[in-house]
């Protein structure tokens, strides 16, 4: 049972570039996640998915976009790298649950992204 | 605005001491407050979870507190091991659709020997 997995764990990119990062969950969960984890802050939301086919703005959501067409895969895209998008990126995924928040988020272990 | 703030910003220890480590938090609608555990390289990991009824719950050596009334969470770590070395991250859950958390920043705890 891998859990969620993130490909790749490591990427240099240059400005302007685009790049998709990867993100695979075999816990049959219905929601997931993108985050981006930078020093000094907590997690931010980016953009995350409450089923297939379905995708919603976080917290920061600008420069980014997703896909889920898959219920176990959520993709994210940048799509012109810029030096500000260099951080770690975290993907999550937790199950709808009967309560409201009351399910815990599991996450991968994140990919180092340097944008030069 | 829904804000998680934690302190101290980080903290060294001697192997075998006892910590506490502070969270406070102005989150509304609140759900639950959960710690997790942020090793080097890894992805956070859920240590325990409280709803607003909840005032402590332990998981081994780590017992975390809840006050709902001055939003205020506490977490302490008995007898640390070297293995505790990590982030602590308070984090809190919204009553609401999509299960969204807010997360505080982290303590950054070194156990040394």
């Known amino acids: 049972n891998a859990g969620v997995t993130q490909t790749p764990k490591f990427r240099v990119l240059k400005t302007g570039q685009s790049m998709t990062l990867l993100c695979a969950q075999d816990?049959?969960?219905?929601?997931m996640y993108w985050y981006r984890q930078d020093p000094g802050m907590g997690l931010r939301l980016i953009h995350y998915?409450?089923?297939?086919?379905?995708?919603a703005k976080g917290e920061v959501p600008d420069g980014y976009n997703v896909s889920r067409l898959k219920k176990q895969n959520f993709l994210l895209g940048l799509e012109s790298a810029a030096p500000s998008q260099t951080s770690v990126y975290f993907c999550?995924?937790?199950?709808?649950?009967?309560?409201?928040?009351?399910?815990?988020?599991?996450f991968g272990d994140g990919t180092r992204l340097s944008i030069l | 605005k829904n804000q998680v703030e934690q302190s101290p910003q980080s903290l060294i220890i001697l192997e075998g001491k006892n910590c506490t480590l502070q969270?406070?938090?102005?989150?509304?609608?609140?759900?639950?407050l959960r710690w997790y555990k942020q090793d080097t390289g890894r992805g956070p990991v859920s240590l325990t979870i409280?709803?607003?009824?909840?005032n402590t719950k332990s998981n081994g050596r780590y017992t975390a507190t809840l006050d709902a009334d001055t939003k205020q969470s506490s977490l302490h770590i008995t007898a640390s091991q070297l293995s505790d070395s990590a982030s602590y991250i308070c984090?809190?859950?919204?009553?609401?659709?999509?299960?969204?958390?807010?997360f505080g920043a982290g303590t950054i705890l070194r156990v040394k020997s």
């Open positions: 816990m049959n969960h219905e929601y």
């Open positions: 984090v809190v859950s919204l009553m609401e659709y999509g299960n969204k958390l807010v």
């Open positions: 409280m709803t607003f009824s909840e």
């Open positions: 999550a995924s937790s199950y709808r649950g009967a309560i409201l928040g009351d399910q815990p988020q599991h």
């Open positions: 969270c406070n938090y102005t989150v509304s609608p609140f759900s639950n």
């Open positions: 998915s409450v089923g297939e086919g379905t995708t």
